[in-house]
């Protein structure tokens, strides 16, 4: 069985071939770290945690590595801090800011049953790799100083008589048409309106870093190269998989994809380029102003991570998702269901029917659609396929507590009024037994009577 994936440089589906199977490689871009990361930050923490799990599957746990950064220098980021903390001095707001929000990222993610990814570097830690591409860059001839600013060349790239990709290869743009669509009010410092920030000085107060060679005032990086050097510390110069959201492909990839193959004369910086399609909300475009942000934070106060999980993968990764409230409850039902019959189960292996579409592109909807023909004749293959996919990480019986708490429901209370119920039924005071289960419908208590007893659960 291969493993196809789309990829976004080639723009074709192609069976994946690692680098060295023994060390399969992954980078995906992570947050900047400065708010509550929210629900459309998730769309690829998900997606690359399948891929990840499948990989795992595939070639071996100890054998795939997937790095995910945390964006730890930031415009953003110093604003926040700079508001939230008026009174400390700056660098040590940032450093709150970044580490409050750092851990309610993990907390969601972990939520979310997303594995965490082999290494997490921050931006902050890898300022010598950064300086380092710059200073090759500079070297090549693909970059220049100018004000204590260093800066990218796209024309000086594809004037280069080499092996060297086409800037513009990844998101398709060519570089004439970039040329020409710039905007007239460019920096004073850049030779062409195209050219990027690889490194810029700091304003006062702000945080910064010895510079690369040649500048003599301290700055900061710029956001592209960041991925560049932790991309290369950690999976080296040319690796198998790099993903991200659909917004990423430009500037930032192809920006990424510029610095790390000019710094290393290489004709490739990922062999797969992966992306997912944005979420909206209510066929609305989510956005601050329109009032329908909703963070995962506040997600997980109503529903359990792996609803939301399991209401991600509904939709095939590269389509846009329309994330509703009524396809929240029903993936709340479907799990519901399948912790009844399968958690306490012991797990067979992943089943052929879910694992196939797994290995076409991330096929997860047909997945799911094999996980309900499972539900039926193989609850071991179900449990065991369901596992694979990041879910059952409880009990049913943990699930079923988590959810009465979250509902607000007393079993104890619930259970007094069944056997109260049970009572009434026996002498047969068929007014009060039915009183008291409309009583418990009212509570959001469902009940069940059969031969063998009475069941009950919260009723979505
Ligand atoms: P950011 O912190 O904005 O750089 O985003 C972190 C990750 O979330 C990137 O991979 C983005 O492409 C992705 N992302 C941001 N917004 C959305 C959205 N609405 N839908 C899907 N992915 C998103
Ligand atoms: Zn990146």
Not at 81 to 100: H, M, S, W, Y
Not at 321 to 350: C, F, N, Q
């Amino acid at each position: 069985m291969e493993l196809r994936l789309y990829d976004t440089l080639s723009r074709e589906k192609r069976t994946f071939v690692p680098l060295d199977p023994n060390n399969v490689r992954m980078y995906v871009c992570g947050p900047t770290v400065y708010d509550f990361a929210h629900i459309g930050n998730a769309r690829p923490v998900i997606v690359f945690d399948v891929l990840f799990r499948l990989l795992r599957h595939l070639y071996g746990e100890a054998h795939v590595k997937y790095v995910r950064n945390i964006t730890d220098v930031d415009d953003k980021i110093n604003d926040r801090a700079a508001r939230d903390f008026p009174g400390l001095p700056l660098n040590e707001a940032i450093r709150k800011v970044t580490e409050q929000t750092g851990k309610q990222f993990h907390a969601d993610v972990d939520a979310l049953g997303a594995l965490r990814p082999s290494v997490e570097p921050r931006a902050t830690e890898h300022i010598g790799e950064m300086c380092e591409i710059i200073e090759r860059l500079v070297a090549g001839g693909f970059a220049y100083v100018a004000e204590d600013h260093v800066l990218f060349s796209p024309q000086a790239m594809n004037a280069a008589n080499s092996a060297l990709p086409r800037y513009g290869a990844l998101s398709k743009r060519s570089l004439d048409e970039m040329i020409a669509g710039a905007r007239v009010d460019v920096a004073p410092y850049k030779r062409d309106a195209t050219d990027f920030v690889l490194w810029k000085p700091s304003k006062p107060g702000e945080p910064s870093w010895p510079s690369p060679s040649g500048i003599r005032a301290e700055g900061r990086p710029g956001w592209h190269i960041e991925c560049s050097a932790m991309a290369w510390k950690h999976l080296g110069e040319h690796f198998d998989i790099h993903g991200g959201g659909i917004d990423l492909v430009f500037p930032h990839h192809e920006n990424e994809v510029a610095q790390t193959c000019c710094a290393f004369h290489r004709e490739r910086m990922a062999n797969y380029w992966m992306h997912n399609g944005f979420l909206q909300v209510e066929s609305e475009k989510m956005s601050k102003s329109l009032g329908n942000f909703i963070t995962i934070h506040e997600l997980l106060g109503d529903w359990p991570g792996e609803v939301l999980r399991l209401n991600m993968l509904k939709t095939h990764y590269h389509s846009p998702i329309d994330w509703t409230m009524k396809s929240l409850e029903e993936s709340a039902r479907t799990l519901d269901d399948w912790y009844r019959v399968a958690a306490d189960v012991a797990p067979g292996e992943p089943a052929a029917p879910v694992v196939e579409p797994l290995l076409d592109d991330l096929n997860t909807p047909q997945a799911i659609a094999a996980l309900h023909g499972l539900r039926g004749n193989d609850i071991a293959g179900l449990a065991g396929s369901l596992r694979l996919l990041g879910f059952l990480s409880e009990s049913a019986a943990q699930w079923e507590g988590r959810k009465q708490q979250a509902s607000g429901v007393d079993a104890k209370e619930v259970e007094r009024l069944l056997a109260e119920r049970a009572a009434a039924r026996s002498r047969k005071d068929f007014k009060e037994s039915d009183r008291i289960r409309d009583l418990l419908a009212a509570m959001g208590v469902a009940i069940k009577d059969s031969k063998e007893g009475t069941t009950w659960e919260i009723a979505r």
